[in-house]
C-alpha cells in the first residue's frame, strides 16, 4: 500500500519563498522517480518537478530556475523549495511517482501567492 502526506503549504506574497515536504509510504521509494504536481482551479494537475531514484531532476519551463526538488531516500522524503513565488503558482501541490503516477493522491497541500 503507498500513501503520500504533503505538507508545507500555506500564504505567502509574491516574490516570497516556501518549502513543502512530501513522506512517501512506499516500500519501493527508494528505486522510484518521485515528482511534484500542482492543480489550480478549473486547469488540469501539471507536472512541475521530478527526481529520479539517482538524484537527475527535470522541471516545467513555468518553474526552471525558481524551483529545487530534493529527496532524502533514508526518510523516504521529497522536498519542494519554492522561491521568487508568482501568483500563477497558487495551487494544489501533491507529490507522487513520476511520471508514472499511482492512482491514490494524497490530500495536497494548498499554496496561495498573493499579489
Known amino acids: 500500500q503507498v500513501q503520500f502526506a504533503e505538507s508545507g503549504g500555506g500564504l505567502v506574497q509574491a516574490g516570497g519563498s516556501l518549502g513543502l515536504s512530501c513522506a512517501a509510504s512506499?516500500?519501493?521509494?527508494?528505486?522510484?522517480?518521485m515528482g511534484w504536481y500542482r492543480q489550480a482551479p478549473g486547469k488540469q494537475r501539471e507536472l512541475v518537478a521530478r527526481?529520479?531514484?539517482?538524484?537527475?531532476?527535470n522541471y516545467a519551463d513555468s518553474v526552471q530556475g525558481r524551483f529545487t526538488i530534493s529527496r532524502d531516500n533514508a526518510k523516504k522524503m521529497v522536498y519542494l523549495q519554492m522561491n521568487s513565488l508568482k501568483p500563477e503558482d497558487t495551487a494544489v501541490y501533491y507529490c507522487?511517482?513520476?511520471?508514472?503516477?499511482?492512482?491514490?493522491w494524497g490530500q495536497g497541500t494548498q499554496v496561495t501567492v498573493s499579489s
Open positions: 507522487n511517482f513520476a511520471p508514472v503516477r499511482f492512482s491514490q
Open positions: 512506499s516500500g519501493i521509494f527508494s528505486i522510484s522517480a
Open positions: 527526481i529520479t531514484s539517482g538524484g537527475g531532476t
